[in-house]
């Protein structure tokens, strides 16, 4: 009765407010209520026990924020793809492994946020067409390698900390926008940052802690003291 009357609360504060949040209620599935309130701009499901989203969800076309951190999720359907004013999305300690191919349709999206899931292969088609995307979050999961074709992120941070990190694509440097990479705790060689990152790139926050290099070696590079420039300039900005 209690989680009845606290989802009846929540609905028609909803209806009231374009948002609804109903965080740590052990809800295993998305409450059918929330459907009709078709002019929601904010979902805050967290840390429940959500183990897959409904069709249904394509239909808040007026969503801007979407948090389902905590959850059980190995999947996210096709629909998602169609929340076009979707500007926030977090993910993070889910079970997904995979993102739906038409995610790149999601073009308002800023922030995506892909923590501690499952997974094990960059998803450039899914970001590379992303025009607005500043922020994404892939670290603690199984990523290996950084493919080609990267080059059209236009995300301005990418955080791979603690992934399986051993190739690094020389395309990630021609990304146009990326000023801050985080590589922390992966396997890299010292080249896979030398090679194209510190001398070419505008990344100018470069945060590679634990990999297969002493940081002494980063710093004695040729390359460093461009990427040195880059990161005075953009303190003096600050």
């Known amino acids: 009765m209690g989680n009845k009357q606290s989802l009846k609360a929540h609905t028609e504060n909803a209806q009231r407010t374009g948002v609804f949040q109903m965080t740590n209620s052990k809800l295993q599935e998305v409450p059918q209520a929330l459907f009709a309130v078709k002019t929601l701009r904010s979902i805050d499901l967290s840390n429940n026990k959500l183990k897959e989203l409904p069709p249904a969800f394509g239909t808040f076309t007026a969503l801007r924020t979407l948090l389902l951190n905590g959850n059980q999720l190995t999947s996210l359907p096709e629909e998602v793809c169609q929340l076009v004013k979707l500007e926030t999305l977090s993910l993070a300690g889910n079970n997904l492994s995979s993102l739906p191919l038409g995610f790149s349709n999601l073009r308002s999206l800023r922030t995506i946020d892909l923590s501690r899931n499952r997974l094990d292969a960059f998803p450039v088609r899914q970001l590379a067409n992303l025009r607005q995307l ?15 074709g990267v080059a059209d992120i236009q995300a301005c941070e990418i955080n791979l900390n603690e992934n399986q990190l051993r190739e690094i694509s020389d395309d990630l440097a021609a990304c146009p926008r990326l000023k801050v990479l985080r590589v922390q705790e992966n396997c890299l060689a010292l080249e896979e940052l030398t090679r194209k990152i510190l001398p070419d790139s505008n990344v100018s926050l470069l945060a590679a802690e634990g990999n297969l290099f002493d940081m002494k070696q980063l710093h004695e590079d040729p390359g460093y003291d461009k990427y040195m420039e880059r990161y005075t300039a953009t303190k003096k900005k600050l």
Do not use: E
């Not at 500043?134 to 290996?144: E, G, T």
């Open 134 to 148: 500043d922020f994404v979050d892939l670290s603690k999961n199984n990523i290996a390698a950084v493919p080609a």
